[in-house]
């Protein structure tokens, strides 16, 4: 029974229409994931749904219970922070060193706290959750994959139902998360945060200084400490002098490859009257949140950063970042990014000055639309087409269309030299044509599906059409775990299983026969 009706927050349009679409979405798969930028609101709409699940009447095989889960203790002060603004939802802590309030029906949980406190060897405690929301959930999703296992366990032994589990992300791409989550729901997209004014655009500007970029060796998603090291030695003096030049004024973050060239950052930005401190991982929790209030509320001008500031972080009066170290992943990027996209008191949009190439070399900017899909763990499984970018030879701005906003025009010969030529005011590739859009694996799957069903074949030789599909458009496929076709779900057929030699037109009740 409900003893008392919890005020909801206010919504945003977008963010009711994103509550709507995540609530179906529960019911019907019971594992989602909630894609939105950040800055679009992520902690508001969990809030929201944390609180209309407070607001109805506890049903059989209930708990009445539910968690907010994060991965790292500041993001729980974080979300205790989000939380305790009006209006208020009352919550416990799940964390170590904290005082514990089990009387709350909501509680905000570290996910190392909740693995210590209720494993051992099988899940320990009868007090379970209906409702778990994974905040950041492309971040070490096995602990989280681990926990959840052993709850639902429990749940199943206390005769109560599985968790529903809502994953929140602006960058859902990760090891495993096909193997937990069932869809994606996207929500608006960063150019249309932008247009809206949600979000603060950014602009683009190559450093003059750049790292030693030759000497970069890729190592996966990233590239090898020692490359990095390598690269960026020495750039102190020259990111200061760039820092003078495109983005003094600005309350400025700074992502460093090391501890040791983040340190010689800051001591030559104070030798040279500009205020700037540290932050790398050995920083405790409170003096990291002291750095951060202090940087918003322009008590320094510059933060440099090894590690700490490249998610879940609110400091929206960034108005400059500087990456004075390179990144391999998209991923990566926009999370870096991220950072200064939030709208600020004090700056109209956001300066990235960029001395690793991580922007030419991804072609990517914070405002591309990316195709998230559950299947993707790495760049190279992205189905999205990047889009060039130039850098201006004449004030180094990077941005795509026919002219700079400084007046210049790149000649034929500098558009040449990049590669690129303009068609129709937009920059592509020269010698060819605009790409399509690259499909991804569901809709890869359910063609090979249709087509191995009209043609009497079996579920094999579906998957070799589907991974036909895949390597004309570049991409490696990989069989959805799970399939919306029309109004049913279909499951993928385990490796091995007699199944996998059946016709298709026999299999899942001849939807494609």
């Given at each position: 029974m409900v003893n008392y009706i919890i005020e909801l927050p206010t919504l945003r349009d977008y963010q009711t229409e994103n509550v709507q679409a995540v609530q179906k979405a529960l019911m019907r798969h019971r594992r989602v994931i909630d894609c939105m930028p950040t800055g679009g609101g992520k902690t508001t709409v969990a809030k929201y749904i944390l609180g209309s699940k407070l607001n109805r009447e506890i049903q059989p095989g209930q708990s009445g219970n539910a968690v907010f889960a994060v991965q790292k203790r500041g993001l729980v002060d974080n979300a205790i922070q989000s939380f305790s603004k009006e209006p208020k939802l009352a919550h416990g802590v799940a964390m170590s060193g904290r005082k514990r309030t089990w009387h709350n029906r909501v509680q905000v949980g570290s996910i190392d706290s909740m693995l210590s406190w209720y494993l051992d060897g099988g899940y320990k405690s009868e007090h379970t959750y209906d409702l778990i929301i994974n905040d950041e959930c492309d971040n070490h999703n096995s602990k989280f994959q681990k926990f959840v296992e052993a709850h639902d366990k429990k749940r199943l032994e206390l005769g109560l139902h599985p968790a529903y589990v809502m994953g929140l992300s602006a960058t859902p791409m990760a090891k495993g998360l096909a193997g937990l989550y069932k869809t994606i729901v996207k929500g608006p997209s960063v150019q249309w945060l932008i247009d809206n004014g949600h979000l603060k655009p950014m602009r683009y500007v190559q450093a003059v200084h750049q790292g030693k970029l030759?000497?970069?060796?890729?190592?996966?998603?990233?590239?090898t400490a020692q490359s990095l090291a390598a690269a960026f030695e020495?750039?102190?003096?020259?990111?200061?002098?760039?820092?003078?030049?495109?983005?003094?004024?600005?309350?400025?973050?700074?992502?460093?490859?090391?501890?040791?060239?983040?340190?010689d950052a800051c001591q030559m930005l104070n030798a040279n009257g500009i205020s700037a401190r540290h932050v790398d991982g050995e920083t405790d929790d409170d003096e990291r949140k002291r750095l951060f209030e202090g940087l918003n509320a322009g008590e320094f001008q510059y933060l440099c950063n090894v590690g700490v500031v490249d998610r879940g972080t609110d400091i929206p009066n960034i108005g400059c970042i500087q990456l004075a170290t390179a990144v391999n992943s998209i991923k990566k990027l926009i999370q870096m990014l991220g950072r200064g996209a939030r709208l600020s008191t004090t700056h109209s949009d956001c300066q990235v000055i960029d001395h690793g190439g991580s922007i030419a070399?991804?072609?990517?900017?914070?405002?591309d639309e990316i195709e998230w899909v559950l299947q993707a763990e790495k760049t190279k499984d992205l189905t999205h087409e990047p889009r060039p970018v130039i850098a201006c030879p004449s004030c180094g701005r990077q941005y795509r269309g026919g002219s700079c906003t400084c007046g210049y025009e790149p000649t034929p010969k500098e558009r040449k030299a990049v590669g690129l030529e303009f068609v129709a005011g937009e920059l592509v590739e020269i010698s060819k044509q605009a790409k399509p859009k690259k499909q991804s694996c569901e809709d890869i799957w359910r063609q090979a599906l249709y087509a191995a069903g009209k043609s009497n074949r079996t579920y094999k030789q579906a998957i070799g059409i589907a991974r036909g599909k895949a390597e004309k458009q570049g991409t490696k496929f990989r069989v959805p775990s799970?399939?919306?076709?029309?109004?049913?779900?279909?499951?993928?057929?385990?490796?091995?299983?007699?199944?996998?030699?059946?016709?298709?037109?026999?299999?899942?009740?001849?939807?494609?026969?």
């Open positions: 030759d000497r970069l060796k890729a190592a996966g998603e990233g590239y020495g750039l102190a003096g020259d990111l200061v002098s760039d820092w003078k030049q495109l983005g003094q004024g600005r309350p400025t973050l700074g992502f460093f490859s090391r501890v040791s060239y983040s340190k070399r991804l072609n990517t900017f914070f405002e799970r399939l919306d076709v029309g109004n049913k779900t279909i499951t993928a057929i385990p490796f091995g299983d007699p199944d996998g030699g059946r016709r298709v037109a026999s299999l899942y009740d001849g939807i494609f026969a």
